[in-house]
């Protein structure tokens, strides 16, 4: 069983690319509904709700844990391992980093990403990055305002210097971000490649002998810490199936 968790539903990303990867394993999922945004928040509130979120996935006997959010991953994947050292820890960045520097042509990386994620340097200490905060895509993709023309000129103000820099790489930093890949690829244009860090780190997963056992078809569970039918609706039509959604509720079971 694998854990996963986000700040909320991005997350949701990463895990369906996780099921069409490992169609056998079975998925618990966390979005931290109440507490989220993370990717405005400091990275020690983070890191701190990076290691409650772990706890309560391991409690629920998940085998291995994906922190499903970049900025979680960017300020809390050290810690997570150092914290958790007997549990394999996977987090969205070094995958990605890893392919977009496998694709480049030309060297010239950009990354996109929260705020917390881009001040973190968490992808930049790889190696040079062009990176661009984008802090109103969230809201917007929640909105469901993926095709609107606020979202296109915010979009443009946002790569506009991306692209001038020249890069042809551009990795989506950001659980939200890969609701966006048309609108991003019409701006960039089609000799930049797009990093989806949501399918590297599945693929990363896959290509690991777990010793988890396999199931026809698994009963994925699905749980928040503050319920919405917001959350239920935007969930369902993401990953195109019927979920039941549960809530924490005691404080036993956060912490
Ligand atoms: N999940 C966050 C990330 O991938 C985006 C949403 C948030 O700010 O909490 O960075």
């Not at 983070?46 to 300020?75: H, W």
């Not at 995958?95 to 917390?116: D, F, H, M, S, W």
């Not at 019927?242 to 404080?251: A, F, W």
Request: net charge positive; aromatic share 8%.
């Amino acid at each position: 069983m694998i854990g996963i968790f986000d700040s909320g539903l991005g997350g949701l990303t990463v895990a369906k690319e996780i099921m069409r990867a490992l169609p056998g394993q079975k998925i618990l999922y966390f979005g931290d509904t109440a507490r989220t945004p993370y990717g405005n928040k400091s990275p020690e509130v983070v890191a701190q709700y990076a290691i409650e979120n772990t706890k309560f996935l391991l409690r629920k006997k998940a085998k291995a844990i994906v922190v499903g959010c970049n900025t979680a991953s960017a300020v809390a994947g050290l810690k997570l391992r150092k914290e958790f050292p007997k549990v394999p820890i996977f987090e969205v960045i070094t995958p990605a980093v890893r392919e977009a520097l496998r694709v480049t042509r030309n060297g010239k990386i950009g990354v996109i990403g929260t705020r917390t994620t881009i001040g973190s340097g968490a992808y930049q200490k790889w190696c040079k990055m062009h990176t661009r905060e984008c802090p109103l895509f969230v809201p917007l993709v929640e909105a469901g305002h993926l095709n609107h023309p606020t979202t296109h000129e915010i979009a443009r103000h946002y790569l506009e210097p991306l692209k001038r820099a020249g890069i042809d790489t551009l990795i989506l930093g950001c659980t939200h971000y890969p609701l966006l890949k048309p609108l991003i690829k019409s701006i960039m244009g089609n000799t930049v490649q797009l990093v989806d860090s949501a399918e590297t780190v599945a693929r990363e997963i896959a290509n690991v002998k777990f010793k988890m056992q396999n199931v026809k078809l698994p009963k994925h569970e699905f749980y928040v810490s503050k319920k919405t039918p917001k959350f239920q609706e935007i969930a369902q039509n993401w990953l195109g199936h019927k979920i039941e959604l549960r809530e924490i509720r005691t404080k036993q079971d956060k912490d």
